[in-house]
């Protein structure tokens, strides 16, 4: 009887119901938390229900059939172990008091490729995609070791461009002042700047000094 009260719930706006779906449409969600709180029906009345919080989705209430079916695809009846288990949601006609009512029904076998965890590009904003022989979330997890972010892979080979064309910039710098400071110790042709620069650190040694 417990899972007839809740299709009533489905005509509330606050929480998803067979009113969200278009004909035949399939909902993947990934739920945020489960917890267990008062739900005010369509008819005012207050009621203990278990809603599922759904990422960038309204809740959803869940009647005993689909906590089953999410129990089965999160391997676990413990509700605290829900967070980010993706379920596919649709429109099933149930039967309910004797009459066949449409109600949201969460299949029991996860989304397709819901075992990759969908992890967005730092930098373009898309869903980084396997390459290169790695799935999404090791390509993630490499360049955000390299690059200290979740990049896609075409945002990692700019990132790379960029921070090597960076690094040989920083490498001819570099160069150009080892190669002052050679000319210095020579004490030959030393160009004016350069002893310029050379007796400033020296002043500023001095300085240390005293204290
Ligand atoms: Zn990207």
New binding site residues.
């Given amino acids: 009887m417990e899972e007839y009260v809740h299709w009533k719930k489905l005509t509330n706006p606050d929480y998803i119901g067979a009113y969200s779906f278009l004909p035949g449409e399939k909902k993947v969600l990934t739920i945020d938390y489960v917890k267990q709180e008062m739900v005010c029906g369509a008819d005012g009345k207050k009621e203990q229900c278990i809603v599922a919080h759904l990422v960038g989705e309204k809740p959803l209430v869940l009647c005993r059939t689909n906590c089953k079916a999410i129990a089965e695809i999160a391997g676990t009846p413990n509700i605290l172990k829900w967070k980010n288990v993706k379920i596919t949601a649709e429109v099933k006609k149930v039967k309910a008091f004797g009459e066949i009512v449409e109600a949201v029904r969460i299949s029991s076998k996860p989304p397709v490729s819901s075992d990759e965890t969908k992890i967005s590009?730092e930098?373009?904003?898309?869903f980084?995609t396997p390459q290169a022989g790695m799935t999404a979330k090791e390509l993630a997890e490499y360049f955000k070791s390299k690059c200290g972010k979740y990049?896609?892979y075409?945002?990692a080979v700019k990132y790379s461009k960029k921070m090597s064309d960076k690094k040989e910039n920083e490498a001819k710098s570099n160069e150009a002042e080892s190669n002052n400071t050679k000319s210095n110790d020579a004490g030959s042709d030393a160009p004016s700047e350069a002893t310029e620069s050379n007796e400033s650190e020296i002043a500023h040694e001095d300085n240390e000094n005293k204290d």
């Fill in positions: 590009c930098d373009c904003g898309e980084i990049l896609c075409t945002c």
